[in-house]
Structures are given as structure tokens and as C-alpha cells.
């Protein structure tokens, strides 16, 4: 298999489905759409990997409070609740993975089975502290006087005979891969940590269970089931045919899939994907993930946000006033990928009205009204600017550098300051001014075609971040007739200038971004 047959290959998290899906859910599967929606208008071949984690007494226990087997509780809230919440933020992923399908189960048993045969699983006894919250065995610097730091409940004692995974003879190896390629984990706080964690002296990891059954039995011992994290974390090769004959479909998917190209994670699960799954991998002698990026939380009063702290916010609660795209834009502009962000609504809102509405949206709608009005509505003859198109030149080429390497700020701040660029362009040549001569015709025709141009690239290299308003301007440029389809736009050909036929109809469409007070709350 060729190398440049191989797909850029981006999964999330797979979420527990004990609830429906809160902003800082959204805001890794937003991350990861952007960027394989940006890799896509590379001219890639991607594949975008989410899912759901269902195992384990956390999905076990809520589906019994709420009086359900756990079975219906995940078909119910993954029908309900995780997939249409996706769909409506316009994530558009290739699959989506449940770890109770048989084309996963089916494959975590046959892989554990195989480091079984290699003399990486043992029999043993674990005894100690367990955060049903976290479904982590923990250590005790993980505890503040007996309750668990993330989740701040009290751990429960567990004291099992359970089957072991010889993760500590990894160690070594482990410490080697991130020596080697330290871009497998980043950013370089997440490396450092996961290093020092390593050298700390890690233990072999219990990976079954035997007080429930909500799980993948242990193939060779059907009293247990698989410890939720072994089985979960598996799901990002599974998905793509693990283990399956090279020959067949499945194998033909994992030899163009395999290994992971990103990993997106939040931090708090750095640790099972940096240390626990490479060592998986290494166990089963399978190709090391590329990159795991740790990025930051959102909190609300100064801590992580999460449903069990009643700090849920649902990305309804903020797309119904904000609307999808700015929803989509503002995490990743505002908070710096890799670090802990506030998420508050007046910094939402003013960021709204200058960035999307006034800078973006408004330059916009007003270029479409004066080639109406001073142009009947056709784009004008091909012109050109040299400023403009060394900014754009610039802009894009920061862009992509930024965005691939997941710093989404720094790659939207370059194409937002670009779209400052062109606000500036035309306040500047004051096209109104010119309108009012004829004998400034040609001036004003080609003060238009750059804007134009301008903002062709600018939909171009914002489709990534807001897909549908993007779109709705694509098509008011008429560019949908002339170019083809926003999604099949090139980002390496974005800054070639004068894509635009002279000639297309321009159409006034609905306002991208209108302004907050006009919604009715
Ligand atoms: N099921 C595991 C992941 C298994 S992956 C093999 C899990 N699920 S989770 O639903 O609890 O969390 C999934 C992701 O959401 C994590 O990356 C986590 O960091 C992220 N977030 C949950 N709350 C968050 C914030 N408040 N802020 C940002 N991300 C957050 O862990």
C-alpha cells in the first residue's frame, strides 16, 4: 500500500452515554470536524471516527436509576440524544462507532485474546480505590481524602480477582516512543506529564471486571467482563477492521486507515490514550497513533464543567440564540487549543457582533448590495490588487500551517485579521464615492471584483469553522454555479486570485449573522 493512499484518520473520544451531550462534548467533536473538514479541502482522503462508550457500571448504574436495562438506555440516548445534537452542529462524521455492535465486540475479544496467547495477560488480584465517574482504577495521589479529584465523590474500594495487562514491562518503550516523536503527544505540557507519569513507576492494569456483567465477556473466562476503558479504547481500530484478514474488506479498510493520524482528547483522559493504548498497541505489535492532542477544558466558576457538577450547558442552550456557526467559531477562536477557557456569554456576544457580524457578515452583504447597485448585479471584469493578494497569500499559507497543527486560534485569527485586511481595503477606495462619477467606472468595477475575490477566499477559508453560512454566501457570490461546490474548494489553490467569472449573478441572501437584538428571546 502506498503511503499517499493512506487517509488522514481523526477520532474523538467516544463519549459515556450516562447523558445527553453538553458543550464540552461539542467542543472536541467541533475541534475534530474543522479539522478533517479542512484536511478534506486539502484534497485528502479523510476518515472522521466518533462514537459512543456503553460499557461499564457508569451507563450500568444510570440506566437503572432511570429504571431502564442499560441496553435500551444507550439505543435511547444515542437516537435521542448524541446523534441528532451531532447533526444539528453539521458534524460530518464518516462513522459512527457503538461499543455494544458486534463488529466491535466481536474484535476486542479476538484482539485480547491474541495478547493472551503472547503472555501479556495474567491472572491477579486488585485491590484498592475505583471512580465510577472516571471508571478508573486510582492511585493515591489521585484522592483528596478519599474522594476522587476530578469527579470530588467518594471512590469505591474494589477487591476482585481480575486478569492483569502487563502495561509496566511497556514502560521503557513507552518512554523511547515520546523521546523519538515527540509530536506523538501533545501539546508539550501533556508530553511532560505523561513523561513524568512514566517514570513515576506504573503498574500493570487490571482489565476485567467481575462484580457486574454491562461489558464484553473475557473471552476464556465468561464470569468477567472487560475492563471499560480496554474495551473502549480499542474502538478506534476496530471501527477500521482490526484484526481482520488482509484480504478482506475490513483489512483492506485498517491497511488504509491505520495507525490514527490524531487522537483528539480532552486532558482529563490523557493518560489511558498516551500510556495505556500505545501499550495495547505495542502488546499486539500494531503501528503507534501519530499524535495525541490533550486539548484544555471549558470550565464554569473555575472548574470543569460537567453534568454531575449540575454545570452542563447544552449547545442548544447557546446555538439557539447564537446559531450554529458562531457556536462552532467561538470555542476555537476564543481559547487557545491546549489550554482551560471560560466560557462566558458577554465575551460570546461581543465576539458575535464585532468578528461575525460586523467584520465578516456585514462586508459581505454590503459588496453583494453595491454590485447590485452599481454593477446590475454581475461580477465585474477581473481585476487585481497586489497588497490584497499577498495578504491573502499570507493569510491562507498561516492558516494551514496553524490549523494542521491543531492551533485553531492562531489559523482563525489569521484568516479573521485577513477579513480586516479587506473591511480596510474598502473603506479606503470608498467605492460609494466613486459611484457617484462614471468617468470612475472601471476604478469602481475593479474596487468590487478584489472584494469580491477577497471574500470568495475568505468563504473558502472559513467553510471549515461555519459549513452552512459559508455555504449561504457561497451561493449569493453565485460561486456554487461557477466553481462547484464550497466543500470542493481547494485550500492550497484558495489564494490564486481571480477565481471568480466576471459575469456571475450575485444574489442578495438571508443575513449571515443578524444582529442579537433582532432574535426574540
Ligand atoms: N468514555 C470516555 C472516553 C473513552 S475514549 C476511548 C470519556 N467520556 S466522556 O463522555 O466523559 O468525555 C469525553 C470527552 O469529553 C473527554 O475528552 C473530555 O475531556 C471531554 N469533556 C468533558 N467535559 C469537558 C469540559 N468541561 N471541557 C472540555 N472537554 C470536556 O471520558
Same mark, same amino acid.
Given at each position: 500500500?502506498? *503511503?499517499?493512499?493512506?487517509?488522514?484518520?481523526?477520532?474523538?473520544?467516544?463519549?459515556?452515554? !450516562?447523558?445527553?451531550?453538553?458543550?464540552?462534548?461539542?467542543?472536541?467533536?467541533?475541534?475534530?470536524?474543522?479539522?478533517?473538514?479542512?484536511?478534506r479541502q486539502r484534497g485528502e482522503s479523510v476518515w472522521f471516527l466518533t462514537g459512543t462508550d456503553e460499557h461499564g457500571q457508569k451507563v450500568l448504574n444510570t440506566a437503572g436509576a432511570n429504571g431502564t436495562s442499560p441496553q435500551e438506555w444507550c439505543d435511547r440516548l444515542v437516537e435521542e440524544a448524541w446523534k441528532p445534537v451531532w447533526s444539528s452542529l453539521n458534524i460530518a462524521y464518516d462513522d459512527f462507532i457503538r461499543t455494544t455492535e458486534p463488529r466491535h465486540m466481536e474484535r476486542v475479544q479476538r484482539f485480547l485474546t491474541g495478547l493472551k496467547e503472547q503472555g501479556h495477560i495474567y491472572a491477579g488480584k486488585y485491590e484498592g480505590p475505583y471512580c465510577v465517574g472516571c471508571e478508573e482504577f486510582k492511585l493515591p495521589g489521585d484522592l483528596d481524602e478519599g474522594r476522587c479529584k476530578v469527579h470530588g465523590t467518594p471512590v469505591e474500594m474494589v477487591?476482585?480477582? !481480575?486478569?492483569?495487562?502487563?502495561?509496566?514491562?511497556?514502560?521503557?518503550?513507552?518512554?523511547?516512543?515520546? #523521546?523519538?516523536?515527540?509530536?506523538?503527544?501533545?501539546?508539550?505540557?501533556?508530553?511532560?506529564?505523561?513523561?513524568?507519569?512514566?517514570?513515576? $513507576?506504573?503498574?500493570?492494569?487490571?482489565?476485567?471486571?467481575?462484580?457486574?456483567? +454491562? &461489558?464484553?465477556?473475557? %473471552?476464556?473466562?465468561?464470569?468477567?467482563?472487560?475492563?471499560?476503558?480496554?474495551?473502549?479504547?480499542?474502538?478506534?481500530?476496530?471501527?477500521?477492521?482490526?484484526?481482520?484478514?488482509?484480504?478482506?474488506?475490513?483489512?483492506?479498510?485498517?491497511?488504509?486507515? +491505520?495507525?490514527?493520524?490524531?487522537?483528539?482528547?480532552?486532558?482529563?483522559?490523557?493518560?489511558?490514550?498516551?500510556? /495505556? +493504548? %500505545?501499550?495495547?498497541?505495542?502488546?499486539?505489535?500494531?503501528?503507534?497513533? #501519530?499524535?495525541?492532542?490533550?486539548?484544555?477544558?471549558?470550565?464554569?466558576?473555575?472548574?470543569?464543567?460537567?453534568?454531575?457538577?449540575?454545570?452542563?450547558?447544552?449547545?442548544?442552550? /447557546?446555538?439557539?440564540?447564537?446559531?450554529?456557526?458562531?457556536?462552532?467559531?467561538?470555542?476555537?477562536?476564543?481559547?487557545?487549543?491546549?489550554?482551560?477557557?471560560?466560557?462566558?456569554?458577554?465575551?460570546?456576544? =461581543?465576539?458575535?457582533?464585532?468578528?461575525?457580524?460586523?467584520?465578516?457578515? !456585514?462586508?459581505?452583504?454590503?459588496?453583494? @448590495?453595491?454590485?447590485?447597485?452599481?454593477?446590475?448585479? =454581475?461580477?465585474? @471584469?477581473?481585476?487585481?490588487?497586489?497588497?490584497?493578494? @499577498?495578504?491573502?497569500?499570507?493569510?491562507?499559507?498561516?492558516?494551514?500551517?496553524?490549523?494542521? *497543527?491543531?492551533?485553531?486560534?492562531?489559523?482563525?485569527?489569521?484568516?479573521?485579521?485577513?477579513?480586516?485586511?479587506?473591511?480596510?481595503?474598502?473603506?479606503?477606495?470608498?467605492?460609494?464615492?466613486?459611484?457617484?462619477?462614471?468617468?470612475?467606472?472601471?476604478?469602481?468595477?475593479?474596487?468590487?471584483?478584489?472584494?469580491?475575490? @477577497? /471574500?470568495? *477566499?475568505?468563504?473558502?477559508?472559513?467553510?471549515?469553522?461555519?459549513? =452552512?453560512?459559508?455555504?449561504?454566501?457561497?451561493?449569493?457570490?453565485?460561486?456554487?454555479?461557477?466553481?462547484?461546490?464550497? &466543500?470542493?474548494?481547494?485550500?492550497?489553490?484558495?489564494?490564486?486570485?481571480?477565481?471568480?467569472?466576471? $459575469?456571475?449573478?450575485?444574489?442578495?441572501? =438571508?443575513?449571515?449573522?443578524?444582529?442579537?437584538?433582532?432574535?426574540?428571546?
Amino acid at each position: 500500500m502506498s *503511503a499517499e493512499s493512506k487517509s488522514f484518520y481523526l477520532t474523538t473520544p467516544i463519549y459515556y452515554v !450516562n447523558d445527553a451531550p453538553h458543550i464540552g462534548h461539542a467542543y472536541t467533536t467541533v475541534a475534530g470536524d474543522v479539522l478533517t473538514r479542512w484536511h478534506r479541502q486539502r484534497g485528502e482522503s479523510v476518515w472522521f471516527l466518533t462514537g459512543t462508550d456503553e460499557h461499564g457500571q457508569k451507563v450500568l448504574n444510570t440506566a437503572g436509576a432511570n429504571g431502564t436495562s442499560p441496553q435500551e438506555w444507550c439505543d435511547r440516548l444515542v437516537e435521542e440524544a448524541w446523534k441528532p445534537v451531532w447533526s444539528s452542529l453539521n458534524i460530518a462524521y464518516d462513522d459512527f462507532i457503538r461499543t455494544t455492535e458486534p463488529r466491535h465486540m466481536e474484535r476486542v475479544q479476538r484482539f485480547l485474546t491474541g495478547l493472551k496467547e503472547q503472555g501479556h495477560i495474567y491472572a491477579g488480584k486488585y485491590e484498592g480505590p475505583y471512580c465510577v465517574g472516571c471508571e478508573e482504577f486510582k492511585l493515591p495521589g489521585d484522592l483528596d481524602e478519599g474522594r476522587c479529584k476530578v469527579h470530588g465523590t467518594p471512590v469505591e474500594m474494589v477487591s476482585e480477582e !481480575n486478569w492483569f495487562f502487563r502495561l509496566s514491562a511497556f514502560v521503557p518503550q513507552l518512554l523511547e516512543h515520546y #523521546k523519538d516523536h515527540p509530536e506523538a503527544c501533545e501539546p508539550a505540557s501533556a508530553r511532560n506529564e505523561v513523561i513524568a507519569f512514566l517514570e513515576s $513507576g506504573v503498574q500493570d492494569l487490571s482489565i476485567s471486571r467481575s462484580s457486574f456483567d +454491562w &461489558g464484553i465477556p473475557v %473471552p476464556w473466562d465468561l464470569k468477567q467482563v472487560i475492563y471499560v476503558w480496554f474495551d473502549a479504547l480499542l474502538n478506534y481500530a476496530t471501527a477500521v477492521g482490526l484484526g481482520d484478514p488482509v484480504d478482506s474488506e475490513g483489512g483492506k479498510k485498517f491497511a488504509r486507515t +491505520w495507525p490514527a493520524d490524531v487522537h483528539l482528547v480532552g486532558k482529563d483522559i490523557l493518560r489511558f490514550h498516551a500510556v /495505556i +493504548w %500505545p501499550a495495547m498497541l505495542m502488546a499486539a505489535e500494531l503501528p503507534l497513533p #501519530k499524535k495525541v492532542f490533550a486539548h484544555g477544558w471549558l470550565l464554569v466558576g473555575g472548574e470543569k464543567m460537567s453534568k454531575s457538577k449540575l454545570t452542563g450547558i447544552a449547545p442548544a442552550d /447557546i446555538t439557539d440564540h447564537f446559531g450554529v456557526d458562531a457556536f462552532r467559531y467561538y470555542f476555537l477562536r476564543a481559547i487557545p487549543f491546549g489550554s482551560d477557557g471560560s466560557f462566558s456569554w458577554e465575551d460570546m456576544a =461581543a465576539r458575535y457582533t464585532s468578528e461575525l457580524a460586523n467584520d465578516f457578515g !456585514n462586508l459581505a452583504s454590503r459588496l453583494i @448590495a453595491m454590485i447590485e447597485k452599481y454593477c446590475d448585479g =454581475a461580477i465585474p @471584469a477581473l481585476a487585481h490588487d497586489a497588497t490584497l493578494e @499577498a495578504a491573502l497569500a499570507t493569510a491562507s499559507a498561516h492558516a494551514d500551517t496553524a490549523i494542521v *497543527a491543531l492551533d485553531f486560534q492562531g489559523g482563525i485569527n489569521a484568516i479573521m485579521d485577513f477579513c480586516k485586511r479587506v473591511n480596510g481595503y474598502v473603506t479606503e477606495q470608498e467605492p460609494w464615492v466613486l459611484a457617484k462619477d462614471p468617468s470612475n467606472k472601471a476604478a469602481l468595477d475593479a474596487v468590487l471584483y478584489n472584494t469580491a475575490e @477577497a /471574500i470568495r *477566499a475568505l468563504a473558502v477559508l472559513l467553510h471549515p469553522v461555519m459549513p =452552512a453560512t459559508t455555504e449561504t454566501l457561497w451561493s449569493s457570490l453565485g460561486a456554487d454555479l461557477t466553481l462547484g461546490p464550497i &466543500g470542493a474548494q481547494s485550500i492550497g489553490k484558495v489564494a490564486q486570485w481571480g477565481q471568480l467569472p466576471a $459575469g456571475s449573478k450575485v444574489t442578495k441572501g =438571508a443575513v449571515l449573522f443578524p444582529r442579537l437584538e433582532e432574535k426574540a428571546d
